[in-house]
T-cell receptor, first 112, second 111 residues
Framework: NAGVTQTPKFRILKIGQSMTLQCAQDMNHNYMYWYRQDPGMGLKLIYY???????DKGEVPNGYNVSRSTTEDFPLRLELAAPSQTSVYFC???????????FGPGTRLLVL | GEDVEQSLFLSVREGDSSVINCTYTDSSSTYLYWYKQEPGAGLQLLTYIFSNMDMKQDQRLTVLLNKKDKHLSLRIADTQTGDSAIYFCAEIGDSNYQLIWGAGTKLIIKP
């Protein structure tokens, strides 16, 4: 199993540009999550999904959108990038019946 | 809302024990976690404890939970240079979907 994979590893965006951060897991986990990690801060939940076709907002959803058309994939969309979205983004997944989340390696995003 | 607090830094000498502390406010907390993040890497689950336990030991790691004081600690025995990382405390409560994270404690190892 590859576990949780994220692409790209690093990206620089100009203000106002759009991009999609990809996340995939091959463990057949129902639950998937997107977090952002800012320096000196804990992780903040952006969006989460409890299964294909079902998504919901977390603590900091503004400026982002998600979709979950398959169990494996959970892309995060930034429509109009802003400097405040400069952060490290982590995707995670967990199986139903377990509270343990498995994390991807992260995507570093710089918005200039 | 619920909150998890940690000190931002801890400095210890190689070979000593490290004790990283965490306090939380959620009285309905069910699971509490310690994650490790090495520089430039993702988060790795170190260990977790159920809220009905007060201690869990796993090789060099000992987790202590004081539910009355809402205090969690992670003790690393015989700290090595490879233990240098940021350690995150997190908890999950009755909501069952959202982990609440501390800001992380950076463990610095002195030779």
């Amino acid at each position: 199993n590859a576990g949780v994979t994220q692409t790209p590893k690093f990206r620089i965006l100009k203000i106002g540009q759009s991009m999609t951060l990809q996340c995939a897991q091959d463990m057949n986990h129902n639950y998937m999550y997107w977090y952002r990690q800012d320096p000196g801060m804990g992780l903040k939940l952006i969006y989460y999904s409890v299964g294909a076709g079902i998504t919901d907002k977390g603590e900091v959803p503004n400026g982002y959108n998600v979709s979950r058309s398959t169990t494996e994939d959970f892309p995060l969309r930034l429509e109009l990038a802003a400097p405040s979205q400069t952060s490290v983004y982590f995707c995670a997944s967990r199986p139903g019946g377990s509270e343990t989340q498995y994390f991807g390696p992260g995507t570093r995003l710089l918005v200039l | 809302g619920e909150d998890v607090e940690q000190s931002l830094f801890l400095s210890v000498r190689e070979g000593d024990s490290s004790v990283i502390n965490c306090t939380y406010t959620d009285s309905s907390s069910t699971y509490l976690y310690w994650y490790k993040q090495e520089p430039g890497a993702g988060l790795q689950l170190l260990t977790y404890i159920f809220s009905n336990m007060d201690m869990k030991q796993d090789q060099r790691l000992t987790v202590l939970l004081n539910k009355k004081d809402k205090h969690l600690s992670l003790r690393i025995a015989d700290t090595q240079t490879g233990d240098s990382a940021i350690y995150f405390c997190a908890e999950i409560g009755d909501s069952n979907y959202q982990l609440i994270w501390g800001a992380g404690t950076k463990l610095i190892i002195k030779p």
